[in-house]
C-alpha cells in the first residue's frame, strides 16, 4: 500500500477495482454488535433455562410434586391473590380516576397527586408499617386498648392482610393508566350520547368504560405481575404463594422442589407478560391519532360533592397519610429509645455500592441490545427485544434462586461475590434500561449518523462522536431508574448478597422478622426517598412537556 | 467526463425489486435532479451512491474510482460524497462552525478558514457559535449544505432538501443553493418528487419511475419531446387526441398539422397536446362545448367536450370568462412540432 500514490491516478485503479470484487470483508463493528447482544441476551435466558434443568433433573419426583395437593392449593393462593389484588385495585382505581380527573370533588388535584404516591413504598416497607400499625399488639391497638378494652384485634396476618398491603400499595399502577385515558378521551363523544337520549350513569357504562378498557386492562396485568412477583409483603403477612414457599424451601435446602416452584411461578408470570405485550399493541392501536382537542368537562357532583370527597380522603389516609404517620411514630420512638442511626453507615454504603455497579453494568449491557434493535431491525433482532421485554416477568426470587445453584455447581469463585449480585441486578433489571435506551435510540434520526459518516467517519468514531452524545440523556434515565430499583431489591440481595454484606433493604427485613419494628424505621425512610426521586423526576419532565 | 456512473445497477429489498437495471452518468459540474413519484427508487439510487445501501447487480463507480459491486462496496466515509438529507440532521450538540468543521480533517487554522468560507458563501457569518436549534429551518438546511460541501466532495446527493420548508422559503433557498453549486462548480444530484423544484434545480432532469429509468434529458426537452406516455402526463397537463398520419401531415379531429412522421400512413396515433397549444373562441356554430372551468388566477383552464364526446383541457387568459355549456370553436394552433404515440394496445372503452 506504500507504494501506492495518494492521489488517485490510472495506476492504482486496477488495484482498486481487484479489491472491489473480492468477496465482501466482514464487518466487524456489526459482527461485535451481535456478538455483545446475543451475549447479553443469552445470559437473561439462563436463569429459566437452568431452572428447567435442574426441575427435570428431579424427574418424577417434580411430576409427583405437581400433583400434591399443597402444590395445588399454593397456585390456588398465587393466583387468587393475584386475581383479589386486581380486582380490589379497579374498584379504587376507576372511581379515583373518574373523580380525579372529571367532577369537582373538593381538593380535586391534591388528591390525583396523592393518590399516585403509594407507588414510592417498597412492598416490604408497606408491609411493615400495615402490620406494625393494625396488627396483634399494634399501634391501633394501643390506642384503642385504653378507650374500649379491647385487648385482641382480628389478626391481620393471611390472605385479607395480603390483599390489603398490595391493594394499597399498586392501585397506582391501575389508576395512573386510567387518569391518563380519561385526560384523552374526546369529550364531544359523550355529548353524542347524551344527545341520543342517554342519561350519564348510562353514557358511563356504554361509552366512557369502553373506552378505559384498553388502559384498565394494560394497569391490571401490571397489577397482577406485581403480585405474582412480590415477595416482600407475602412474607411479612405470611400467606403462603410462590415466592414465600420457595424461599422457605430455599433456607431447609429442599432445592429441587425449590427450583420447580420457580420454574411454575416463572411461566405464570411469563403468560401475564405475554397478555401484557398483546394488550399494550392493541391499546397504542386503539389511541393512534386520538387526542381530545378540548379540555375534558367536569361534572357537578351536586348532593355526591361530600362523599366523593370522603371516599377520597379515606383511600389517602389509607396509602398514604397512615403509613407515613407510623413510620415517622416508629422513627420517633427509635431515636428516643437510643436506637443509633450509626450502624446504618455500613448499610447504605454497600446499597449504594452495588446499586451504582448494578446500573453502570446493566446500561452496559443494554445498550447493544437496544442499538442492534433499532439500527439493525429484522427477524433476529426483534426477537431479542421480546426476549429482553419478557425478562420483566423473571421474579427477583427466582433469578436468585437459579443464580445460587449456577454459582455453587459451576462458579463457585463468583457464588456469594459481588458480581454475582450485580449480574442479578442486570438480569432483573435489564429489560428498564433497555426501554430508557431504545425510545433515546429511536428519536435519534439515522441521517444524523449516516451524515457522519460520508463525512469520513468509521461506525465506531460514529458511536462515541455523534451517538453516545446524542443519547446521554436516555443513558441517565437508565442508569438512574435501575440505581433504584437495585436498592429496593428484596430478595436477591438477600440470596446472593456476600456473607456478613447488609442493605438498607436486607436491614428493613430482618429488623421486620424480629419484630424490631424500631429499627426498622430508618432504612424503610431512606429507602422511601430513593424510590420518590424517580417520581418527582418524572412528575417534573412531565410537566415541562405540557408546557 | 462523467463524475458517477451507475451501470445496470439493481437493487432488491427481499423480493421487491426497488431499482431495475438502471444506468445513469452523472457529468462533472453538473446538476442532475432525479424525479419521480414517492417509492420510485429514486433514493435508493442515491443512497447506493453514498455507500448506505449496496447494488444486488451492476457496478457504481464515482470519479475513476469504482466504489461498489454486488460484492464489495466501500464503506461511505471512504467516498469522498457530500449528503444532504431531508430532516438537515445536523449534530445537534456541536455548534454552526463545529457542524462545518466536522468532515475537515485538516490543521486547526486550515479548518477555520474554510469554515469561514463556508459561512460566508452560505450567507451564515456571525452565526458560526449558535446552536443547530437556534437556527431557521432555511438557515439550519444552509448549514447543513456548507457541512456537505466543506470537505470538497467528489459529488454532492441532495435528498429532497426542501421538502420540509415552506413555500416561499423553499423557493428562495433552492435559488440560494444553486447559485452556490454553480459558484463551486459542484457535482450533484438532486433528488425530489417535485417537477417544478427538478425543472428549476436540474441542469438536466432524469425520471424514474416503478424502479426504472424514463428519461434522462434537458428539462425543456421533458415537455416537448417526452419519452413515453407516462412522462407526457407527469410532466404539466396533456391530452391525448386521436390522430391519423397522411403524407407529410397529421389529421385530427381538430383539422390536419404540417408535421411529418415516419409511419405508414393511415396509422392511429395519439397526439400530446397542451392545454396551450389550444385555441378557444366562444362560436355558436363550433365544434365543441364548454363542459366545466377552474379558475386559477392568471387564466382559466376550460375542459370542452368535443362533439366526438372526446375531452380536451385548454387554457384561456382571465380576460374571458364563459360559462359552461357555451358552445365555442376549438383550434390547434401549437406552433411545433407534437410528440406522438402509439395508440395503446388496448382501444378505448
Known amino acids: 500500500m506504500s507504494t501506492t500514490p495518494a492521489t488517485p491516478s490510472p495506476s492504482s485503479q486496477p488495484l482498486r477495482d481487484q479489491f472491489l470484487t473480492l468477496p465482501q470483508r466482514l464487518n466487524w463493528s456489526r459482527m461485535l454488535l451481535w456478538a455483545m447482544a446475543l451475549t447479553v441476551v443469552a445470559t437473561l435466558l439462563l436463569p429459566p433455562i437452568y431452572l428447567t434443568l435442574r426441575a427435570f433433573e428431579a424427574g418424577s419426583a417434580a411430576v409427583s410434586a405437581l400433583t400434591r395437593p399443597s402444590s395445588w392449593a399454593i397456585i390456588g393462593r398465587t393466583t387468587l391473590l393475584s386475581l383479589s389484588v386486581t380486582a380490589a385495585s379497579a374498584l379504587i382505581a376507576i372511581p379515583l380516576a373518574w373523580l380525579t380527573v372529571r367532577s369537582d370533588v373538593p381538593l380535586r388535584r391534591f388528591w390525583a397527586v396523592i393518590s399516585a404516591l403509594p407507588l414510592v413504598i417498597p412492598s416490604y416497607v408497606g408491609a411493615y408499617l400495615y402490620a406494625s400499625a393494625l396488627g396483634p399488639n399494634g399501634l391501633l391497638q394501643q390506642l384503642l386498648e385504653p378507650i374500649t378494652g379491647i385487648t385482641r384485634l382480628p389478626s391481620i396476618y393471611g390472605f385479607w392482610g395480603a390483599l390489603f398491603t398490595l391493594t394499597m400499595l399498586s392501585y397506582p399502577y391501575m389508576l395512573l393508566g386510567a387518569q391518563a385515558a380519561l385526560r384523552r378521551m374526546d369529550p364531544t363523544l359523550e355529548e353524542i350520547a347524551a344527545s341520543l337520549g342517554l342519561n350519564r350513569l348510562q353514557t358511563f357504562l356504554r361509552v366512557v368504560l369502553p373506552q378505559l378498557r384498553p388502559a384498565l386492562g394494560a394497569g391490571g396485568l401490571l397489577v397482577a405481575l406485581y403480585v405474582l412477583r412480590d415477595f416482600g409483603a407475602v412474607a411479612i403477612m405470611r400467606y403462603d404463594t410462590f415466592t414465600r414457599v420457595i424461599f422457605q424451601q430455599y433456607r431447609s435446602f429442599d432445592r429441587i422442589q425449590a427450583a420447580f416452584f420457580a420454574l411454575l411461578l416463572v411461566c405464570l408470570t411469563l403468560l401475564l407478560v405475554a397478555l401484557e405485550m398483546k394488550t399494550r399493541g392493541r391499546a397504542s392501536y386503539d389511541l393512534v391519532g386520538v387526542r381530545a382537542t378540548r379540555a375534558p368537562t367536569r361534572t357537578a357532583l351536586g348532593a355526591w360533592r361530600w362523599p366523593a370527597f370522603i371516599f377520597c380522603a379515606a383511600i389517602a389516609s389509607l396509602g398514604m397519610l397512615l403509613p407515613a404517620t407510623v413510620l415517622l411514630y416508629w422513627l420517633g420512638r427509635g431515636l428516643l429509645g437510643g436506637e443509633s442511626l450509626g450502624m446504618l453507615g455500613p448499610a447504605t454504603w454497600s446499597a449504594l455500592g452495588s446499586s451504582v455497579a448494578g446500573a453502570v453494568v446493566t446500561v452496559i449491557a443494554a445498550l447493544p441490545v437496544a442499538m442492534l434493535v433499532v439500527r439493525q431491525p429484522g427477524r433476529l433482532s426483534a426477537l431479542l427485544e421480546r426476549l429482553t421485554y419478557a425478562a420483566f416477568a423473571l421474579p427477583g426470587i427466582a433469578v436468585a434462586l437459579a443464580l445460587v445453584f449456577f454459582g455453587i455447581t459451576f462458579a463457585r469463585w463468583l457464588y456469594q461475590s459481588y458480581a454475582m449480585l450485580i449480574l442479578a441486578y442486570m438480569i432483573l433489571f435489564l429489560p428498564q434500561a433497555f426501554g430508557a435506551l431504545h425510545t433515546a435510540l429511536r428519536q435519534l434520526h439515522p441521517s444524523l449518523e449516516e451524515s457522519a459518516r460520508s463525512l469520513g467517519r468509521r461506525p465506531i468514531q460514529v458511536f462515541f462522536q455523534i451517538t453516545l452524545p446524542l443519547i446521554r440523556p436516555g443513558i441517565i434515565a437508565g442508569a438512574s431508574l435501575v440505581f433504584l430499583t437495585a436498592m429496593k431489591e428484596l430478595p436477591a440481595t438477600l440470596l446472593l448478597a456476600p456473607i456478613g454484606v447488609r442493605t438498607l433493604a436486607t436491614e428493613v427485613w430482618t429488623a421486620v422478622s424480629e419484630a424490631y419494628f424500631t429499627r426498622a424505621a430508618a432504612p424503610a425512610l431512606l429507602l422511601i426517598l430513593c424510590s420518590s426521586l424517580p417520581l418527582a423526576l418524572l412528575s417534573v419532565r412531565e410537566q415541562k412537556q405540557h408546557l | ?349
Request: with cysteine; proline share 7%; hydrophobic share 40%.
Open chain 2, 1 to 349: 467526463m462523467s463524475e458517477v456512473s451507475c451501470t445496470n445497477v439493481h437493487k432488491l429489498f427481499g423480493t421487491v425489486t426497488a431499482v431495475n437495471d438502471l444506468s445513469l452518468q452523472i457529468r462533472a459540474g453538473e446538476i442532475l435532479a432525479l424525479l419521480g413519484p414517492s417509492g420510485c427508487g429514486k433514493t435508493t439510487v442515491l443512497r447506493m451512491i453514498a455507500g448506505f445501501e449496496q447494488p444486488s447487480q451492476g457496478t457504481i463507480q464515482i470519479g475513476d474510482q469504482l466504489v461498489a459491486t454486488s460484492k464489495r462496496s466501500l464503506p461511505p466515509e471512504q467516498r469522498q460524497v457530500g449528503m444532504v438529507f431531508q430532516h438537515h440532521a445536523l449534530f445537534p450538540h456541536l455548534d454552526v462552525a463545529a457542524n462545518i468543521g466536522f468532515g475537515l480533517r485538516r490543521s486547526a487554522a486550515v479548518r477555520r478558514s474554510r469554515v469561514h468560507d463556508l459561512l460566508e458563501l452560505a450567507g451564515l457569518s456571525g452565526m458560526e457559535h449558535r446552536m443547530p436549534h437556534q437556527l431557521s429551518g432555511g438557515q439550519q438546511q444552509r448549514v447543513a449544505l456548507a457541512r456537505a460541501l466543506a470537505p470538497s466532495p467528489a459529488v454532492l446527493l441532495l435528498d429532497e432538501p426542501f421538502s420540509n420548508l415552506d413555500a416561499d422559503l423553499r423557493i428562495t433557498l433552492r435559488a440560494q443553493v444553486r447559485t452556490m453549486l454553480k459558484q463551486l462548480g459542484t457535482t450533484a444530484l438532486f433528488v425530489t418528487h417535485d417537477q417544478e423544484e427538478a425543472l428549476y434545480m436540474g441542469d438536466r432532469v432524469a425520471v424514474m419511475r416503478e424502479g426504472q429509468l424514463e428519461q434522462v434529458c434537458p428539462p425543456s426537452d421533458l415537455f416537448l419531446a417526452p419519452a413515453s406516455r407516462f412522462i407526457a402526463e407527469f410532466i404539466g397537463v396533456a391530452n391525448f387526441l386521436p390522430a391519423t398520419i397522411c403524407a407529410g401531415c397529421i389529421k385530427t379531429e381538430l383539422g390536419s398539422l404540417t408535421q411529418r412522421v415516419d409511419l405508414r400512413p393511415g396509422t392511429s396515433v395519439d397526439l400530446v397536446v397542451r392545454p396551450d397549444d389550444l385555441e378557444l373562441q366562444p362560436d355558436a356554430q363550433g365544434n365543441a362545448q364548454i363542459a366545466d372551468r377552474v379558475f386559477r388566477g392568471g387564466d382559466y383552464l376550460y375542459e370542452v367536450e368535443l362533439d366526438s364526446k372526446q375531452r380536451l383541457r385548454c387554457l384561456c387568459n382571465h380576460i374571458h370568462d364563459y360559462p359552461p355549456n357555451t358552445r365555442v370553436r376549438i383550434r390547434l394552433t401549437p406552433g411545433h412540432a407534437l410528440a406522438w404515440f402509439p395508440e395503446p394496445a388496448e382501444p378505448h372503452p
